[in-house]
């Protein structure tokens, strides 16, 4: 087996007298010794006194309650100049009406409903008002197209949509296919021209009519609470189910590892139709009663500068390919006041050494890495504010978490070679519950007592954490998570295409990009033009950021005697590494 070597970078030594603030873990060892997921739910979730729980309670209600109702929740920041705060109580009064308003559309606990809104308070509202009513909410980027909409809305059998004018048209296209959405809330704002329909009701009108008060649903803590698709190396995405217990992971990694404490403004700039934007964008600050910061705007150096310095934000939770892009651009970190920054933390995607140092040295703070995944339902494996950071490691398990390298059989791996980085699935308090109709997909997550990630990783002698790559072909472009199929789906779907392979391509800035080897159909060329065009219907009918940007056209794809195209060799060819075992390859 391969033995990894830890990258040879400075360790980054904490200096406790150097805090701003004390650490809310000033030892790990100790903490990760004492911890207990029943101390910690008992410390940090509040049930009804029927035993039952609901994770909007934890989030919204209980903060007013305790007499924090006039705090701020929300600072937004439009992408048109819009400025607006929400308190704790006026989240309450609008998620209880966005509650009743459901209620009023027939939507009942354990029903599907989907967000497919931009980033804007609506989405809040819409979110928690799902969950005050227990039914389970499935969240979408906006950047979705018509496949991916009815993959996700076909599979889940959603009941009820919330979108807008802008993005109606797509669902529009594909509701014929769609026969149990039975009705689509539209939101008014930023749009004069509303779609009108028998099925369509407006936002505002359901809002208006809707009390301020609900009774909020009573549920276990195994009841369902959001789901997400995501995207494997076969087939369709899968819906990740979370139930509303996982808020306890949540809220126990915002506070321990993310650091918040009462008085921070958090920013997590993940948007909502991915997990970290759900978990670490709602759920975990929330649960804590803190004040978070949204922005609708396109990442920008200058804006998100901008919006650091006037807001103020003082714990910050973003992506490598974010970090690259602001160490690579031109604007001046010194131009904008960023003091009241104390601690940085990144997730997604694996965050090099450089961006570490770079960050040390320009913000005089590192950033931390996280790391998890949508199945995980929080952070697992992590960088604290207390420990030395070896840059390009992604830390140490999380306190409760227990984590190891295993080989095949589920051995552990003790000598810092690579492996498959498993969990104790018991020891993640916030795993998903299931995989939406599909319990084979979700059994075959465990073997021999762990779940298994899909990651290669191996552990140092220290007990840090480093990761390798993917153990499968799911490709991570921009910390996103792309399976190669759906795009491989979409290309075939051009008239001039009968077959295509599709890989990630490691790239310094994005992480990797998607590149697609395509083969025509005889006597079709192929021109710039085409790939030009290619790349535009991926775009259009997938989403926006799952097109490839590489196309090569070839004459034939490696494939198994049994028809499976060969990703690890097309990627081996590309990257000019040895091909490996070939001997499932037909004639190539
Ligand atoms: O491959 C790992 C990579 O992202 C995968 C999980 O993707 P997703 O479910 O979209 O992420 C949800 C939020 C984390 C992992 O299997 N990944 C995530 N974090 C890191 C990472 N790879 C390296 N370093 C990380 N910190």
């Given at each position: ?18 805090f701003?603030?004390?650490?809310n873990i000033?030892d ?11 101390k ?21 209600d ?10 701020t929740?929300?600072i ?11 308190t ?14 459901l209620?009023?559309l027939d ?18 509202v ?38 807008n004018a802008?993005l109606?048209?797509r ?6 296919d769609?026969?149990?959405l ?5 939101v008014?704002?930023g ?17 208006d ?15 369902f609470s ?35 404490q ?23 600050p ?30 910050w ?17 010194k ?20 961006a ?13 890495d996280t790391?998890w ?11 604290f ?9 992604m ?17 552990e ?5 690579e ?18 109709n ?5 059994n ?79 006597g ?15 775009k ?13 056209f ?13 990703r690890r ?19 190539y």
């Amino acid at each position: 087996m391969k033995q990894a070597t830890p990258m040879n970078t400075d360790i980054i030594k904490k200096d406790p007298t150097k805090f701003t603030k004390t650490p809310n873990i000033s030892d790990y060892t100790s903490s990760y010794k004492d911890f207990t997921w029943e101390k910690a739910e008992k410390e940090f979730v509040t049930f009804f006194e029927d035993g039952t729980v609901n994770a909007a309670y934890n989030m919204i209600d209980r903060h007013v309650e305790n007499g924090k109702g006039d705090k701020t929740a929300l600072i937004y920041k439009g992408a048109n100049g819009e400025n607006e705060t929400y308190t704790f109580q006026q989240l309450q009064k609008l998620s209880n009406q966005f509650a009743n308003a459901l209620t009023s559309l027939d939507v009942e606990k354990g029903d599907r409903f989907f967000i497919f809104l931009p980033a804007i308070p609506e989405r809040y509202v819409a979110f928690l008002g799902g969950l005050k009513l227990g039914s389970i909410v499935g969240t979408m980027f906006a950047a979705f197209q018509e496949a991916a909409l009815i993959d996700r809305l076909s599979d889940s059998k959603a009941k009820i949509l919330i979108t807008n004018a802008v993005l109606f048209p797509r669902i529009e296209k594909i509701w014929k296919d769609l026969p149990h959405l039975e009705k689509v809330i539209i939101v008014e704002r930023g749009s004069q021209d509303q779609p009108k329909g028998d099925t369509i009701v407006y936002y505002k009108d359901l809002m208006d009519k809707a009390s301020e008060d609900f009774a909020i649903a009573h549920l276990s803590k195994d009841d369902f609470s959001y789901m997400l698709y995501t995207s494997g190396t076969t087939g369709k995405p899968k819906g990740v189910v979370h139930a509303h217990g996982d808020i306890l992971q949540a809220i126990v990694t915002t506070k321990y590892v993310l650091d918040v404490q009462d008085d921070d403004i958090y920013w997590c700039t993940a948007d909502l139709g991915w997990v970290t934007g759900v978990v670490y964008g709602a759920l975990g600050p929330w649960g804590l009663g803190v004040t978070q910061v949204m922005s609708e705007a396109r990442f920008s150096p200058e804006g998100w500068y901008q919006l650091l310095q006037d807001t103020k934000v003082t714990v910050w939770y973003t992506a490598p390919t974010a970090i690259r892009m602001l160490m690579g651009s031109s604007v001046k970190v010194k131009d904008y006041d960023l003091s009241s920054l104390r601690h940085l933390c990144s997730v997604g995607e694996p965050l090099n050494p450089e961006a570490v140092m770079w960050s040390y040295e320009v913000y005089g703070l590192p950033f931390h890495d996280t790391w998890w995944q949508t199945e995980l339902g929080g952070i697992s494996i992590t960088n604290f504010p207390i420990m030395d950071i070896k840059p390009g490691s992604m830390g140490k398990p999380l306190p409760g978490v227990v984590a190891a390298i295993v080989d095949d059989e589920g051995k552990e791996i003790l000598d810092e070679a690579e492996g498959n980085l498993a969990l104790r699935p018991e020891t993640v308090s916030s795993i998903m519950k299931q995989i939406w109709n599909n319990e084979e997909k979700y059994n075959s997550y465990f073997s021999h007592g762990w779940y298994l990630s899909g990651d290669r990783a191996f552990k140092d002698k220290d007990g840090y954490f480093w990761f390798v790559g993917r153990a499968d072909d799911v490709i991570k472009t921009m910390g996103e998570r792309v399976g190669p199929f759906e795009v491989e789906s979409s290309l075939v779907e051009c008239e001039e295409v009968i077959e295509a392979g599709v890989i990630g391509k490691p790239d310094e800035l994005r992480g990797e990009i998607i590149k697609a080897f395509v083969v025509l159909k005889p006597g079709i060329e192929g021109t710039d033009e085409l790939k030009e065009k290619l790349k535009a219907y991926v775009k259009q009918h997938l989403a926006g950021h799952a097109y490839p940007r590489e196309i090569e056209f070839i004459d034939k794809l490696p494939k198994t005697r049994s028809g499976k195209i060969m990703r690890r060799l097309l990627k081996a060819k590309e990257l000019g590494l040895p091909l490996g075992d070939t001997s499932t390859l037909e004639d190539y």
